[in-house]
Structure formats: C-alpha cells, structure tokens
C-alpha cells in the first residue's frame, strides 16, 4: 500500500490478494452455501415451521436463529454473519402492517433499506443479502426464498467480502 | 404582472367577445397578457380520445415555451387550462411521464411555472385595484355565476376553487357591483360538443341550466369558458321558441362586467356581438348609454 | 462450569428416517460446555420427560438443549419438564431438528449435519442463558368503563354482575348514549327507550357500579392491573345529594339554548337534563347557556330550588383512582353532511340526517312523534333517503362502510310509509348489505310489504324549485338520470371516529387507525383487546356497529376484565428489555420505538469523581437514563437495535446469546 | 431577537465582537465557561480556547483555521446544570442541535454564539479551501443566541445533498462491487482503530461506546481488518439520520480515511428514501432511524 497525495491507493498486490477471490471454476458444482436467517418468530419462523408440515423441500443450507421481532435483528449480526463466514443472511420478519408488536417491521423497513444500500457501497454483492417478509401462512414462499437465495448465492461461490480470515489467534483474539 | 396568455383555438372565433375583453381589461388592471410565441393546439376534447400521451405532449409544448420565456401560462378557455393543468399535473408527479414528455416534446419542461386560468389571475392580483377603477358600478343587476363542468375539477389539480360551490365569478359579480344569486346549477354540465352532435341530449342540459337561472331570478348569466358561453348564448333562442317562452337571459363573460364596470364601450368588449342581445339589459341598467346609440353590429 | 445436557428426540421417524438421531448425540458430546447427550424415541412423552429429569438430577446438568419439533410446538412442555427437575424454565433452549430440518430435507447426511448445526447454535445459545423470573404485579380490582352508551353500560353491568367494582365514566349529564336519542331498533322494530332505559336503571341501581357522570378522562398513568386514571368532574352546578330531581328548576329556567340530544331541533334550559329518563336524573347547569354565568344576574333555580341544592360557586374536580382494567367505549360521531355542497352544503332545513329523523318520529321528540319537515311543519309526502353519505366515498369522506346505514334507512322508509299516508319513500343505494340475523329479510319487507321504492345509484344534486327539493340522480340499472320532486330529504351519514379520538387514545396510550378507530390487538384473534394490556375496546369506538353487535363485543371485553380481574396478581413475561443504567446515555432513542410506551427516563443524581470539567469540584451531578415498564414491555426487542450502546438488552433474547448463535458456526 | 445579531462588515471584525460578547457574559455571571478559538502555537493554526475569567477573552480568535467542532466539549459538563457559552460555525450549530436532541445538553444551560461563516481552509494545505466547505448549505448557524453576520459567507453546494457530495460519491459508485470491496478493504486495513473519529464525533454521544465494551465483543481488541469494517460499517448505521456533515471524523484521521463517504452515502440514501430534511436542522426533529411512515418505501415483498 502507498501513500499518494494524502490518499491510500492500492498497490498490484493488494489488488491481487482480493481481486482474485474465489471463484465458481475453484469450487464444485454441488457446493452448498451457508446462509444465516433470522426469523421473527410470530411470522416468518411460523413460516418455516408450516414449510415443514407441509413438506416442502429446499436446501439444507440455512440455518435460523429465532428473534421475537424482526424489529430485534440489530444489522451488527448482520455483519457479525458475514464476519464469521456465512455466505449469505436473510433477515425475514411479519408483512410490513402484520407486526405482532404493532410497528416494528416497520422500523426494520427503514433501518435495512439503508443497510442493504450501505452495504452495496462498500462492495457486498446484494444477491448475498436479502430482507423479506414472510408470513405465519406462507409457508411455500419461505421455500421460494431459501431455494431462489441458495440458487443466486451457489455460483458466486463463497463469501470473503467482510470475512474474517486474519491469524486472530496471534493479535486480535483477546476478548474472543 | 406579466403572463404568457394562451388564447387558444377559440378565443380567435367562437369565443372572440372573450379575448377581446380580456385584452381590453387586462393593462387597466396591470396584467401584461404576452401571447404565447408559435403556441399549437393544446388537443383538448378530441387528443385525449385518441392518445393519452399525445394529450399531454400537446400542452406541454406551449408550457415548455412559457417557461422558457420565465412565465405562467394564463388561460382563458376552461378546456384549455383543464388540459395544460392535467399536463402539469402528471409531469409533476411521475418522473417517468417527464422523462416521457421531455422526449416527446424534444425540449425540457419542468413545470416551475403554474399554469393559472385567466379568471384567476383576475382575482389574485387585480381585485384591489378593480375597486379604484370602477366608474359605473353595476347596482342592481342580478346575475347566475355559470361555471361549468372544467373551471374547478377534477379537485386533484384544479384546486383554484371548490368543486361542488365555486365562489370565483361570484366574487368577481359582487366586485363590480352587481348581486350574485345562489343557485343550484353552477356546475351542471353544458353539454360541450353534444348538443351538436346529440341535439336531444344536448339541448335538455342547456336548457335545465337556463330554466334554472330563470328560476333563480337572475337577469343574466355570467361565465367564463367560450364553450359554455357557446351553448348558453347562440341556443337560447331556439330553446326559447320551443318552450313557447323566450328565455332573455343575456349571457356575459365576466370579463365584459369588469370592463363595463370600469366605463368601456360595449363595442369594445364585444358586447354586440352576441347572440342575445346583451346590449339592452345594460342600457335599460343606465349603466350604458341607451340601446340605439350602440347597436351597430347587433346579433351575429 | 456450565453443564449442558443434550437430549436428541426421534419422534418416531418423523426425525429419525433422515437425521441419523445416534450421530447427532455422539456429535453433541464433543461440543464445548456438553456434559451429556442422549437420544431417544419420543422425547415430550412421559418416559422422554423423566429421562431429562433424571439425566439432570444425575449428571448435575445446569442447562438442557433439547432437540426435537419446532419450539412453537413443545417449549412450554419441555419447560416445565425441566422446571420439575429443579432448573429454572429459562435455561432450556429448543433445536428445531423436525419442521425446519427432518421434514424439509431428503439427503440424510447433509439433514444430519444441519441437524448438527442446529444443536450447536442451541447449546451456544444455552451456554449464555441464564435464569429468568416472571415478575408478579398485583392486580388491583376495580375495572373503569369509559363511555356510557349502550356498550359502556353493557360491559358495566356484565364486570359488576361478578362482583368486581366498576366505575362507568360519561361525559354528558346522562348514560344513554346514542341509542338513548334512537327511536326505533332494526330488525325488530321495538323501541330503543323500551329495551335501553331499563338497563339504564340496572346500572344506576347495581350495588358494584359507580356512576361518574358529567366527567371526562384527563389522564391515564400506570399498566394493566395498575393504571391511575385521573377523572375530571365537571362543575354540575347542582349538589346531586341535596337534588330530589323534581325538575321544577328547569322548568322555571328563563335562558333557552338549542338542545343537543333533540338534534338542535327543538331548545332546552341551561340548568337542565338531557332528557326526562336521565340517569343519573340530576341537572346540570350549562354555564355557557346561564344567564347567571352570562350577565351575573338570574338565580332563579336557586331560589326556587326547595331542597337548596344549586350552587354557582361549583368548581370543575379532579380524582385519581386505581383501576386493574378499563374498557374504552367512547362511542362514535357522525359525518357532518354539511360538507356536501351537491346536498346543499346544509343550506335546505330539509334535507336532515338519519339521526335528525330519528328525533322527528320519536314519541317524546319535537314534533311528538309527528313526522313533520323542519322547514314548515308540514307533514312530507314524498321523502327520499339517501345511503352511503359520507362512506364507501373517498373524495368527501371515508373509504368504509359504516354497516348499519342499510338497516336503518329501511327502517326509516318502513316509518314514513307507516306513518304517513299516501306517502312515498325512494331510497337511493349503492349496495344493500344486510348481513345479520333477520336482516335481509327486514329490508324485503320495506320493498315487499311498505312499497319503499329502491333507486340504485348516486344522487348528484340536491336543489330548490318552487319550493321544493329536487333530487337528481342516476338510475343505474335503468341507466336514466331520474329527478324527484321531494318534500324531505334524509341522509344515511357516515358514522367516523370521535373528533377527539386521537387525542383520547395518546391520552390513554392506545393506537387508532387511519380513520381514526382505535386497534384491536389482532383483527380476527384478538379483537376486544389493544396493544396495551388491560385496556379493551367495546362498541363503535373500534369501528362502524350497530346495537347487537356493540353488545356484544362489550360483553367480550366485560369477560376480558373479568378474566384479569378474578387474578390476585399477574405473573408477566420475564422477556422483557432490561436497562443497563451504567452504560445508559440517557438519549432516549428507545422512547418512540416502543409501541407499548412502556420506555420512559428517569433523572438520576450521582456524585462525581474529581470535578466537573472548569467547574467546582466534587460536585452532584444529575443524568437521564431509561427505565423499562416491565409490566408494559412485551418484549419485542425493537429499542435494543435503537440503542446504539447496547444498554438496552432483551432477556432471553441478548446480543450475546445471538452472538454466540452466530459464533457458534 | 433582532438585538441579539450582530452585522459586522467583514470577517476582520468578528474576532472583535467574540471578545466583547464572551467578555459581557462572563462578567455578569451569565455563564461560568466560554468555549471558544484561539491562536495556536503553530502558524496557521488555532486551537480551543476555554475561558473561565473575564481579563482571558482577549485571546479569541476566529480565522479560516478555527476548523474544531468545539460542541462535543459541552458534554463534560453533562448534568452539572453549569452553563455554557459556546461559539459555533454554521455547521456546528447542527451539531449543538443533535446534542439538544439526543438529551445530552439541555438548551437552556447553553448560551449558544453563532458565527455566520465565512470558509475555512484545509488543515493540512492550508492554501486551499476546505473540503467540507464545499459541501456546506449551513454556513449560517441554524440555532443561536446571538449570530455574528458576516456578510462574506461561504456555501459550496447550496442545498442538501448537492452536486459536490454526488461527485464524491460517484467515485465509488462507479466502481464494480468487486472493485469497491478492494477499495474499502485496502482503507480499513489501513485503519489503526485509535477511535478518533468517534471520539471527536458530535453525536457518538454514548456515556459508553458499545466497541468499548468487552461482553458483548462485538470487535476484538487486536488490529483486524475484519473487525475494522465493522467498526466502520456499524460507525456509519449509529450516525445514520444524525450525522450533520461537519467533517470532524475525516478531519482528526491521522490516516485520511474517506470516513466522510460513508456518512455521505446514507444522508443521500435517507434523503431519497424517506424525503426527509437532513438532520438536526431545527429542534424539534426526530431522528430518521426512530420514526417510520407505513407509506415508507417497500423493496422487501
């Protein structure tokens, strides 16, 4: 890295190191994603649950932590996900009006549409994030979006945008 | 104040009593009517039968000009403005209709500039001085404030006034002396078109409006659109005669009342040159000299 | 050091046929803080149950993760399961290995490891959980109804027939409402004085119920079991104890003012009562009527008042009683038909509101029950009724339906047709909606049986020709413009919101709707109750009803009370924000994301160590930080995310326990 | 009001006029402290001043270098019910007004002196103008007890969200995400977390900063570039609808990290989105991320 008129810029290396992150060709067709969701319990979480009596298969590459309201999803897990290594999150709560708690998808409306918006700024490709909302009843739209976000995620291989991938171990992980 | 005035098709024909008294009013009250550099028709009733899109691209040619002259478009015609009003309106609020009209138009338009309806530039920037100018007020006559179906809707854009109740030519009425009646047929529909094309249904709603305006006790009526004024005036006789009863209903634009309020020659205002005769109503008023003296175009 | 026991259910082989059930419990033995894992046939069955109780009991497990079918489904069983083993319910955490796993997977080995996951996020989760109470608040056992029309009455009478008190709060001189100025009741024609009155009395005589007349709302502190509700008593004028009732003042009243119960139709006394059945049967005087209050000079009540119970000095009272519940029943207004200017703009002293009519053909209204036209006293031959005034139109008024405008315009062309001879009734209508018991069959019989003439479609114009209203409309299903040459005209208006709802319900901390309706809690599931608990809906104040529907849904939220009422105390949800007061900057930001206002700040003072920056040293300081309702909170989290230091935190759900989940991975 | 500005007719004199009025205000007791500018040690510079004695305020100063933010000062004497005379920029005053609404500074302990600004210079060029000037549409205080007019303002974009901030950002806009992750990237290494940016923040006004805190961690302790995109990222999310572009956090980065950019981005996001007036440009607003409209826009069907 050089200093050039008071501006970082990028040397060639560096360039290098992230430019070339990993790409379709290095991993197999069958690689699963992992994607982190985060479910409102009272719609989205109902959701999946009626996904499964219901028996409609999707992919196994989700994982769901349970939040009362999506009004409780701080975007820091958001980031912390992508941190850690899940190649895609979905944070998925009650129809904007349908809230359990009256107004807090509606306040996760307006925080998330500025996070996927900040988010797309510093280079995250928005097929890796999605906010959406599904209901107690929607069972098959719960499918729909599990299996169209592993569809979307699978060719862009896994994420390293964010990622902590550093020695922790030596420097930065006290308090870990 | 300066305006860009958008005659119109009409204002040069059917409606010339309009624009003539308009012109003749308009620098006594110091409203500067510029007409509209190389304007086209704004398509009125028939382009926006045909193409909605066209429709607007029409009028937005002659407001893009006003506005690249600086200057609202003032209106005299009630179809004209209902039309450059729907224009502004949907440029204003779909920026995809803009991008569309810009494109169309080969020219930008933005609407900074309000579109406003002659009759309302007369009541906000000249009422005062109306006051000052009025020699001859015209006490005693009673007149029905027609305003059609345009002037004041639909209350989305056209929000000069209330759609249900418009108080605008009354005001003007009661400005140059004379006593408005309240009546229930302000709005009712004058037929437009129809009355040429489906006499039977046309000439039913003219003449609920006339019979109406009788009731009321009105001497006159007072409009401010060349189309309305069309129907009211030119086949009021025929109505007349075939109810067996004149109607006598001299219709006047309200811009004929200012200026003979403010002592111009009726000849001036086109008063001659209606179909009933306007001229005697006035004369018999004393508010001018008697009928034999200005009676030289009479009836068209 | 934290024990956790996993316990992996096959439940049958809804789980086991694709999630290798024995892997999962061996894999679970390697993970960091898992003391002991087990699986097992049907974990929530008796024999499941007991082997978690002993398992706990023997390898002194401190936290369960079970892993089985979706939380929704067995958490409270598997709570109280480890709860009877000692451990507070709370440090139990679910692994959804079925509905989000077994069932939606085919592939056993890639199921098996999700499964896996699963039970790695729950034993993380766990790992972090700590114990949690419910808190108890007692409930206070007194239930306020505000509003006294027919629903506040009817909730009234159902709480106190319990036994609970119930305070019934009314801001006119009289309960009543309403239905009290209604002359006749649709389907069945009886009269509204007949089956109201009586329950008037019910109430006024009930042992349990107070009646707080003449008084309004000022303020509402507090949550359920718990609000202190601060009543202001407006100055009567009239000692209600001295006060035999006589009416003797009234009728001696020289000042005469426009009576608002007779619809302005006919005038009233400024020391007066509404109406001759009032209840409570006491007057009052209106002091903006009283040539007293006006000139200084009158008194004549007063001394010709026998039991002397007039005094002028009467000042405006406020009281703060403690309630456990309240039931709002403020009722609805209507839609003022003036703003229609194809009506008239209220210009024709004929064209009148149904309500207006109501008075006309009423017994004890001003014309004596006679159906006479406001304008001259003649009696109407022609009426015609228009429907849907001010509803179902988006321009004027509102875009719903006030439900029973279809009812009672039959009812009053059944009237006019019953009561006037000759006559002729014409109904303009957009739809006829008669959905309740009896009620189609009511309309066909004002078409069949009293020949009302329906029009179907709008009126456009209202007008006057040689003294007569002109309607001029739109037969649709003809497709003809009609005209009637009317002699009355009677305007279906629209019921809407109280005018001052909106006020009321911040007031009261609870939601309305865009038209000002307060919010059920749920539309279908929830529909007596708000968003704040204790506080329950009854009547048109939540939207648009009619009389059996208002009753009934008063009932409802009578049952509610009494529900919360028959309680000592309450335990609430130990789910709840909790503040960190140390880290707490006082900014306030959770405060409007709540939607239970259940965030408040609190002013602390602290010593400071050292000295205020340039100022003196050792000085107080005094800070705002925020303080939870924990009786209010439910818990949905939305002020964690708004506070950005993390003061905030949710039990049960804390940032760290959601870390850790995505740690975990 | 009226009385209370002060027209002067250039900016020679308003150093003048800060003296006289911060001279006033101590001697009567109106105020126990004036935070102010002076001259500092280095040509070209001018440091904080703060004042506490009548006979001081002659070493006030105001010049095209008083570049610091001087309102976070007021937030060490939170609670003390002591009051403040504080001067401030146009664009400083938003940030006095952000502390009013965050109920860190309560309005009547401040006796607020508004200076109508007339530019700054660059810190570190001290030849040309400053960046920030160019973004600026407050160069006359939003909020104030008395206002120093100066007749020669300086606005760079004249309303909110102008052409000059869209230039800026366009610069990575116009870049693949790819590209742009490289950049962010190569900036967040960069970063050493020594946390100035936050603290000379106007409204990172937590009592304790949730990076501080070691349960939950949300960052580790070690430099990590990972964990410095957080920071950042999560910076930005915290001052999303509050941030008034003062420029302070790109100004005190000793390693000139565009930190403004994403400040930038969400103000513009938030300004299309929710057509909402930037923030604290009057009292009485409530902050973007604490409200919401049902009619707010919907990506998320």
Known sequence: MTMDNGQWTMDNEMQRQQGTSVRLDSVGKDWDPKILVFACQYCTYAGADLAGLSRLQYPTTTRVIRVPCSGRTNPQFVIRAFQKGFDGVLVAGCHPGDCHFSTGNYFTRRRYLLMTRLMEFVGMDPRRFRVCWISGSEGPKFQQVVTELTDAIRPLGPNHKLRDTELSSLVGGIGR | MRYAYYPGCSLNSSGLEYNMSAQAIAPLLGIDLFELPEWNCCGASSAHLQDHTLALALPARNLAIGEDLGLSLAIPCAACLSRCKATEHAVRSSEETHTLIESLIDRPYTAAYPVKSLLEVFIESSMDLLQDKITKPLTGLKAAAYYGCLQARPTDYMDMDDPEYPQTIDIIIEAVGAEPVDWAHKTECCGNGHPTAYPKIGSRLVNRILKQAEISGAECIVCACPMCFFNLDMRQKALGQKRGRPFNLPVYYYTQLMGIAMGLPPQKLGIDKHSVNALDLLSQKRYIPTAGSAAEGGPA | MKKVGVFVCHCGTNIAQTVNCEQLAEAAKTLPGVAYSTEYKYMCSDPGQTMIKKAIEEHNLDRVVVAACSPRMHEATFRKCVNGAGL??????????????SWVHSDKTKATAKAEDLIRMAVAKALKNEKLTPSVIPIHKRALVIGGGIAGIQAALDIADTGYQVDLVEREPSIGGKMAQIDKTFPTMDCSACILTPKMVDAAQHPNITIIAYSEVEKVEGYVGNFDVTIRRKATCVDPVKCTGCGLCSQKCPSKTDSEFECNMSQRPAIYSPFPQAIPNKPVIDQEACRYFKTGKCKICQKICASDAVNFEDQDELVTIRYGAIVVATGYSLYDYNQYGEYGYGQYPDVISGLDFERLVNASGPTMGKIKRPSDGQEPKTVVFIKCVGSRDANRGHDYCSRACCMYTAKHATMVRDKIKDSQAVVFYMDIRTPGKNYEEFYLRAVEEYGVTYVRGRVSRIYMESGNLIVQGEDTILGTQILVVADMVVLATAMEAQPDAAEFARKIGITFDQNNFFNEAHPKLRPVETFSAGIYLAGACQGPKDIPDSVAQAGAAAAKVVALLS????????????????????????????????????????????????????????????????????????????????????????NEQILAEVDSL | MNEN???????????????????????????????????????????????????????????????????????????????????????????????????????????????????????????????????????????????????????????????????????????????????????????????????????????????????????????????????????????????????????????????????SKLSLSIEELFDEPPASMNLDDTATLSQFKPEDPEEFM
């Open chain 3, 88 to 101: 507070n319910p709370y440090l139990l955490e679910i692994a959804n290995i079925r509905e989000q796993c």
């Open chain 3, 567 to 654: 309680k000592d105390e309450m335990a609430t949800e130990p789910i709840v924000a909790e503040v960190n007061t140390n880290h707490c900057s006082g900014c306030g930001f959770c405060v409007p994301v709540c939607p239970y206002k259940a965030i408040s700040l609190k002013t602390l003072t602290e010593r400071v160590h050292g000295s205020v920056a340039w100022g003196p040293a050792g000085k107080e300081i005094t800070r705002q930080v925020a303080e939870v309702n924990k009786g209010l909170c439910q818990g949905c989290g939305a002020c964690t995310v708004n506070c950005r230091s993390g003061a905030l935190d949710l039990l049960g759900f804390t």
């Open chain 4, 5 to 263: 500005v002060i027209q002067v007719s250039g900016k020679s004199e308003i150093s003048q006029i800060m003296r006289e009025i911060a001279r006033d205000l101590l001697q009567q007791k109106t105020v126990s402290l004036v935070i102010g500018w002076e001259k500092g040690i280095l040509p070209n510079k001018s440091a904080p001043a703060f004042i506490t004695q009548s006979h001081d305020t002659d070493k006030l100063v105001f010049d095209e270098y008083c570049y610091h933010n001087l309102t976070k000062y007021l937030l060490q004497r939170k609670g003390s019910g002591l009051k403040t005379a504080i001067f401030v920029k146009g664009c400083d005053s938003r940030s006095l007004v952000g502390l009013v609404q965050d109920n860190q500074v309560p309005r009547e302990d401040i006796c607020i002196i508004g200076i109508s600004c007339p530019g700054l210079m660059e810190e570190r060029n001290t030849v040309i103008p400053a960046k920030k000037c160019e973004t600026c549409y407050t160069s006359i205080p939003v909020e104030y007890d008395f206002l120093i007019d100066c007749p020669d303002t300086k606005t760079g974009d004249d309303e909110p969200g102008g052409s000059f901030a869209h230039r800026e950002l366009s610069k990575v806009e116009n870049m693949t995400l790819d590209q742009r992750d490289t950049y962010w990237q190569t900036m967040f290494q960069g970063c050493i977390r020594c946390y100035a940016c936050r603290n000379v923040c106007p409204v990172c006004s937590c009592k304790e900063c949730c990076f501080d805190l070691t349960s939950p961690d949300w960052v580790g302790k070690g430099n990590n570039t990972s964990d410095n995109s957080f920071y950042h990222l999560v910076r930005a999310m915290h001052v999303a609808g509050r941030c008034v572009s003062c420029g302070e956090c790109e100004r005190v980065c000793p390693i000139n990290l565009p930190v403004m950019l994403l400040n």
